[in-house]
C-alpha cells in the first residue's frame, strides 16, 4: 500500500524499525511477530469505517438480520447464543431474545412486524411479542437448518436437519409437517408467490415442491448433487438452483440449463430480479455473473478479489454483493458497473438487510461481532 493511501495523522502512529544487521544472535521469532504486527497495523489502517451507525453488542459472530417494514427496527442473531431486537436510529436495544443454547442463525419479523422468530442451530425457535417485548411461543425440535415467515400471513416455517419441514400457524402453534422424503436435512427452501406451494431442497441432492395445504408432493427431482441454496422468480414459473446453478421449472421439476461461465463448476449463491428476471450467481472464487435466462446468456462477469458470501438485490437493477474481506460491493446489473464500495467490517459479510425500499440504507452483520448501517448513494 503507497503512502499516499494513509492519512497523515495515522502515518505519524506507524513506527518504522531500521536494522543495521549488526546483532548476529537477532531471534528469528521476534522478527517474526514484527512482521505479523506490522501486517496487523497495515490491514487496519486499510480498512475506511464508512458505515454511519455500529451495533456492537453481540461478543462474537453475527450470523443473521432483518428490519420491520419501517426499517426503524432490527433483529440481529449471533454465535453468542443471542438475539438482539433495537432501534436501528439509536442502536439502542428495545429487548433481549435470552433463553437460546446455541447459535442464533436466524431471526425474522413477520409480515406486520407484530413478531419476531429467532431459531437456533439446536432447533429452540422462539416468537416473541415485539410491542410487549415478550416470548409468546416456543418450541424445541431438531436441529434447525432455516426460518422463515409466510410473506402475508402469521404462517412460520422451518427445516430441520431430519428432513422435515414445519408449518405453524401463529401465535396459535397449529402445526403441519411436511414429511423428510429420505430422512435428508432439508437444507434450504422457498415459498412460491402464490403463497401455497414451497419449494425445498435437500442435503441429498432431491429437490421437491410441497402444496403445504394438502401436505403432499407435486414433484420431485433427485438429480442433484446437493442443494444448498434457491430462489424462485416472479410468476412462480422457474427456480434457480445451488450449487449447481440449474434453472429448474416448476410445472414439473425439469432441468432448462445450467448458468456456469466456463471456469466455474458451482456457485454459492444465486438470486432472481424480481423486476427484471435476470439471475446473479456469486461463487467462491469471488466472481459475480448476471445472466438473462431466456436467452441462456452472460450479460455482465466480473471478479473481485475474495469470495462472495451472500447476495442481496437492491431497487430496480442494484444489486449489494458481501464478501470475505469485510465490504459490501453496491453494483448495477444493468450497466454492470460498481457504483461504489461500502467498507468497515474486518471479516466476512454474513447478511444483509435493507432499511427502506429505495435501499439508501443497509444493514450488515459480519464476522466480526459488529452490525453496521450504511448510507448508500
Request: aromatic content about 8%; overall charge negative.
Amino acid at each position: 500500500m503507497d503512502d499516499q493511501d494513509i492519512p497523515e495523522d495515522e502515518l505519524e502512529d506507524i513506527e518504522v524499525i531500521y536494522s543495521d544487521g549488526e546483532d548476529a544472535d537477532y531471534d528469528e521469532q521476534q522478527a517474526e511477530n514484527m512482521i505479523e504486527d506490522s501486517n496487523e497495523v497495515e490491514i487496519e489502517a486499510e480498512v475506511i469505517d464508512l458505515s454511519i451507525l455500529t451495533f456492537s453488542k453481540h461478543t462474537k459472530s453475527v450470523f443473521c438480520s432483518d428490519v420491520n417494514k419501517s426499517g426503524q427496527i432490527a433483529v440481529t442473531g449471533g454465535e453468542d447464543d443471542i438475539a438482539y431486537v433495537w432501534d436501528t436510529n439509536s442502536g439502542d436495544v428495545l429487548f433481549e431474545c435470552t433463553g437460546h443454547k446455541d447459535s442464533v442463525t436466524e431471526a425474522c419479523f413477520n409480515y406486520d412486524g407484530q413478531f419476531v422468530a429467532t431459531g437456533d442451530m439446536a432447533g429452540m425457535i422462539q416468537v416473541w411479542s415485539v410491542e410487549e417485548k415478550k416470548l409468546v411461543w416456543c418450541f424445541e425440535g431438531d436441529d434447525m437448518e432455516w426460518l422463515f415467515w409466510h410473506p402475508k400471513a402469521n404462517v412460520l416455517l422451518c427445516g430441520c436437519h431430519s428432513g422435515d419441514v414445519y408449518v405453524w400457524q401463529m401465535p396459535q402453534g397449529h402445526c403441519k409437517v411436511l414429511p423428510s422424503p429420505d430422512n435428508a436435512a432439508a437444507t434450504c427452501a422457498k415459498l412460491l408467490p402464490n403463497g401455497k406451494q414451497l419449494l425445498a431442497g435437500y442435503e441429498d441432492g432431491n429437490l421437491q415442491l410441497w402444496n403445504i395445504k394438502e401436505v403432499t408432493s407435486e414433484w420431485s427431482n433427485s438429480q442433484f448433487h446437493t442443494v444448498t441454496n434457491v430462489d424462485v422468480n416472479e410468476e412462480g414459473l422457474l427456480a434457480v438452483v445451488a450449487p449447481s446453478s440449474n434453472i429448474v421449472k416448476l410445472a414439473d421439476g425439469k432441468v432448462t440449463t445450467t448458468l456456469l461461465p466456463n471456469e466455474e463448476t458451482e456457485i454459492e449463491a444465486a438470486t432472481f430480479n424480481r423486476e427484471t428476471g435476470v439471475v446473479a450467481t456469486g461463487s467462491l472464487s469471488g466472481q459475480l455473473c448476471v445472466w438473462e435466462v431466456g436467452k441462456q446468456a452472460l450479460r455482465h462477469q466480473a471478479r473481485i478479489e475474495c469470495s462472495v458470501t451472500v447476495l442481496k438485490w437492491g431497487p430496480a437493477t442494484k444489486i449489494f454483493i458481501g464478501a470475505t474481506d469485510g465490504a459490501v460491493y453496491v453494483c448495477d446489473v444493468k450497466t454492470g458497473s460498481l457504483l461504489e464500495t461500502l467498507t468497515g467490517h474486518k471479516a466476512d459479510v454474513l447478511s444483509i438487510s435493507l432499511l427502506d425500499p429505495d435501499g439508501k440504507r443497509i444493514l450488515t452483520t459480519s464476522d466480526d461481532a459488529t452490525v453496521k448501517i450504511f448510507n448508500v448513494n
